[in-house]
């Protein structure tokens, strides 16, 4: 009897009955396919891949070439699939078979045109953004991170997003469409839009805030904060101390660049299609000047030449410039308030006699002051005056002469003028009382206004609109031209002791605003500040008025 051969270790049975070598090759087999499954996924992850077809090559992929996605400072760029496929490998998977749709729509002709492209955008997009918005922009955040970002080294009005975006749970696409591509953020419908971009309060981080430096070493962070709180008290004695009665050397001034503001309404600046700063300025209650007042300098010249995506302008006059930067300086004597501007004029443009709004008066000074009483005046100052039904703007009823106004004097204001409604409330006046009630308790703007060629003074104030036919005893101006400069001085009293005139106490800090009208213009056609923060003998006032 022979003896059965020894089955060699290769064609021993094992687990299942499977031999090794069976084993060995079913092993070998998967990793060639596996290999050759993600090799093959990760060559649609390319940027050639990705713009293989013209509609990608000729519209989105050109698009993408102008942003710092593309090329930046830095040389770190992100291509398709960094922004548009998932990292985690289930989740990669699924977005590959979800691309497979719009494979389709090329092989069926749905985008295979970049026309066809075009008119789908739209689609294509909200698709985008509801998925990003779902991972609470995952791939956004593979490469930033909001705790991570240097407030230092960013803008305030950046620094001061991302920090509400950490406390209030907004993500990354909330305010970044249209980042890497054209921006069509302006096709979605308000309903869309807010829905889209409403807080998540699951993402909210109310004690996060952004990276610093300082925060690295807290003991020198806070001597650094004492010493700085100690530097500004020393300036503000010293200035005090050097100040000499009428002598307006001595008082170390503030600029303040005012900026032309087209038709951009308080009911603009609250709504989040036209103005990306709504949310903050609605829900969390921030100034205009903590975002704008570093970048005022710039923001008057996309406006005034009518070439701002937003802010509209449709009568932009030639030659017009888009700020103005004005030096302010502010002293007071107990009993009296003391200011002077000085700016130059428009660089000696000559105004033609028949485009002269205003012949008489080259230039006018207009200014405003308010408690936080006055709802908006603390975040927006002038602009909580100005309404998009008023004279020149958008939506001015036909007929009807509209001042400036305050919310107080009114039951509603229509903000975002859905349904072909009329933004603004010019109709929706308060009772007689609830109006003489706002006046009793000083919720006012009280403004003064100068003209340079009449040398007219004006006081008045705005409630329900706004009237100039008050007491001007108490303020008097005094205006100098001289090689292209303007200078202007202003004092008014801190009590007149007349009800439509708003009472200065030393010991409070003011809303203050105010506007330049130039090159003899008249109406809108003017260039406005922010609102700052007036104070006396307080080194913490934007605007601190030192003692004579």
């Given at each position: 009897m022979s003896i059965p051969e020894k089955p060699s270790i290769f064609s021993r049975r094992l687990i299942l009955n499977t031999s090794l070598g069976g084993g060995l090759v079913f092993a070998i087999f998967g990793i060639i396919f596996w290999g050759g499954f993600n090799t093959a996924m990760e060559v649609t992850n390319t940027l050639e891949f990705c713009i293989s077809c013209h509609e990608m090559e000729e519209n989105v992929y050109k698009e993408y070439q102008k942003t710092a996605h593309y090329a930046n400072r830095t040389g770190v760029r992100a291509t398709c699939s960094d922004c548009h496929?998932?990292?985690?490998?289930?989740?990669?998977?699924?977005?590959?078979?979800?691309?497979?749709?719009?494979?389709?729509?090329?092989?069926?002709?749905?985008?295979?045109?970049?026309?066809?492209?075009?008119?789908?955008?739209?689609?294509?997009?909200?698709?985008?953004?509801?998925?990003?918005?779902?991972?609470?922009?995952?791939?956004?955040?593979?490469c930033h991170d909001l705790e991570a970002m240097n407030a230092d080294l960013q803008k305030p009005r950046a620094m001061n997003q991302h920090t509400n975006a950490l406390k209030m749970g907004q993500t990354c696409i909330d305010c970044h469409k249209g980042i890497a591509h054209k921006n069509i953020r302006k096709l979605l419908s308000d309903e869309e839009r807010e829905s889209l971009e409403a807080p998540d309060e699951s993402l909210a981080r109310p004690n996060a805030k952004l990276f610093q430096l300082s925060d690295l070493d807290q003991a020198a962070a806070a001597a650094a904060k004492e010493a700085a709180a100690k530097a500004a008290a020393e300036i503000a004695a010293k200035a005090a101390a050097s100040a000499k009665t009428g002598d307006w050397a001595t008082i170390t001034g503030r600029e303040i660049h005012l900026i032309y503001p087209g038709q951009t309404s308080l009911e603009w600046v609250m709504n989040g299609k036209d103005h990306g700063g709504a949310l903050p300025f609605v829900k969390g209650g921030d100034r205009c000047f903590t975002c704008h007042d570093k970048e005022a300098k710039d923001m008057g010249d996309r406006i005034v030449g009518g070439k701002h995506e937003k802010a509209a302008e449709p009568t932009p006059i030639s030659g017009k410039r888009g700020g103005i930067p004005v030096m302010v300086k502010a002293a007071h004597d107990g009993e009296n308030l003391y200011m002077q501007f000085s700016w130059h004029d428009a660089n000696g443009v000559l105004v033609e006699d028949s485009k002269r709004m205003d012949p008489e008066n080259p230039i006018k000074l207009a200014m405003m002051f308010a408690t936080?009483?006055?709802?908006?005046?603390?975040?927006?100052?002038?602009?909580?005056?100005?309404?998009?039904?008023?004279?020149?703007?958008?939506?001015q009823p036909e007929g009807v002469d509209v001042t400036k106004y305050i919310k107080e004097s009114r039951t509603k204001i229509e903000v975002k003028g859905r349904r072909g409604k009329m933004r603004g409330g010019w109709d929706k006046l308060r009772k007689p009382e609830e109006i003489q009630s706002a006046l009793d308790a000083k919720k006012i703007m009280d403004l003064v206004r100068?003209?340079?060629?009449?040398?007219?003074?004006?006081?008045?104030?705005?409630?329900?609109?706004?009237?100039?036919?008050?007491?001007?005893?108490?303020?008097?101006?005094?205006?100098?031209?001289?090689?292209?400069?303007?200078?202007?001085?202003?004092?008014?009293?801190?009590?007149?002791?007349?009800?439509?005139?708003?009472?200065?106490?030393?010991?409070?800090?003011?809303?203050?605003g105010f506007a330049i009208h130039d090159d003899y213009t008249n109406g809108r056609f003017h260039h406005v500040s922010f609102g700052y923060k007036l104070g006396f003998d307080n080194p913490k006032a934007e605007i601190n008025a030192v003692k004579w």
């Open positions: 496929v998932p990292d985690p490998w289930i989740h990669k998977v699924a977005r590959k078979i979800q691309a497979s749709r719009e494979v389709l729509g090329k092989i069926t002709g749905v985008i295979d045109t970049p026309e066809k492209f075009e008119n789908n955008r739209l689609r294509l997009a909200k698709n985008v953004w509801h998925a990003m918005k779902e991972t609470d922009s995952r791939e956004c955040r593979n936080d009483d006055v709802e908006y005046a603390a975040q927006a100052g002038c602009w909580g005056s100005c309404h998009h039904d008023a004279n020149g703007m958008p939506h100068y003209s340079g060629g009449s040398h007219k003074v004006e006081d008045g104030m705005i409630l329900s609109n706004r009237k100039m036919d008050g007491d001007s005893s108490d303020v008097e101006f005094k205006s100098e031209y001289s090689n292209g400069m303007w200078t202007i001085n202003m004092s008014r009293k801190l009590n007149s002791g007349t009800t439509d005139d708003l009472t200065l106490a030393q010991d409070k800090l003011y809303n203050f």
